[in-house]
């Protein structure tokens, strides 16, 4: 069944995903996952294991190698690679440290509504994630929904790069033009989207309080529509 009436997004046949900040709150779960790696870390290298208690970001590694920018698995290694030789402690410890940290990455929340707009979903679209973070869709109670899964790690390329997007079209088998992309960023999902040729839906979830990024959008003059919940876009899918 594709989108039915005159509304915004007529025609879908296809819907694809953002996840973090999309379908469950992001930050509890990286809080989470690099407190059990700081534990684990602890007894085998403590001076590395401090020194990320202390806040060692992994985000300051995209300058230092842009190459790999897109790939966050690829940057959280390295990081632990050189903080366990600045240490003098064994850097053979970074793949097993980087191992615990994905499989706590992977324990999200969706929010409330995200398993049942998804199940009604999937009876009528085919479904695809695209996220440029390393969460794998397939590893959380809601992958039984979804057909595909593109992550910028496993890609190559991260939003707003249109070839992750094209990609997504191809493994679900849907043109762009009768796809619906749906995100919480408005530069990496909204505007990347629709300049790859898919329809774009803006989420931004009161649950995460960001009132300034539309207000700051109206300010400069390009206010884009928003919803504030999957449920609100599905009833203008089906408008």
């Not at 690099?34 to 300058?63: I, M, Y």
């Amino acid at each position: 069944m594709t989108g039915q009436g005159g509304g915004p997004f007529q025609g879908i046949q296809a819907i694809t995903l953002d996840l973090d900040d999309t379908l469950w709150p992001v930050l509890p779960v990286l809080a989470q996952a690099e407190r059990e790696l700081v534990e684990w870390l602890a007894p085998r290298a403590p001076l590395t294991a401090q020194t990320l208690a202390a806040g060692r970001s992994v985000l300051a590694l995209k300058s230092q190698y842009p190459e790999h920018a897109h790939d966050m698995s690829w940057l959280r290694r390295r990081l632990l690679h050189d903080l366990l030789t600045e240490h003098h402690e064994d850097p053979a410890l970074a793949d097993p440290a980087f191992a615990v940290f994905l499989e706590a990455r992977q324990r999200v929340t969706p929010w409330p509504e995200v398993e049942g707009i998804l199940a009604a979903w999937a009876s009528r679209y085919r479904i695809a994630a695209i996220t440029n973070g390393n969460a794998d869709v397939h590893r959380t109670p809601l992958g039984r929904y979804f057909s595909a899964s593109i992550s910028a790690p496993a890609f190559g390329a991260a939003k707003p790069d249109p070839r992750i997007f094209h990609a997504a079209c191809d493994a679900l088998g849907v043109e762009p033009g009768a796809t619906l992309h749906i995100g919480d960023d408005l530069e990496l999902d909204v505007l990347a989207a629709r300049r790859a040729g898919l329809h774009a839906a803006w989420l931004l979830r009161p649950e995460l309080g960001r009132p300034s990024v539309v207000n700051n959008t109206e300010r400069r003059g390009a206010l884009q529509p928003y919803f504030f919940s999957l449920l609100s876009i599905d009833n203008a899918v089906q408008r």
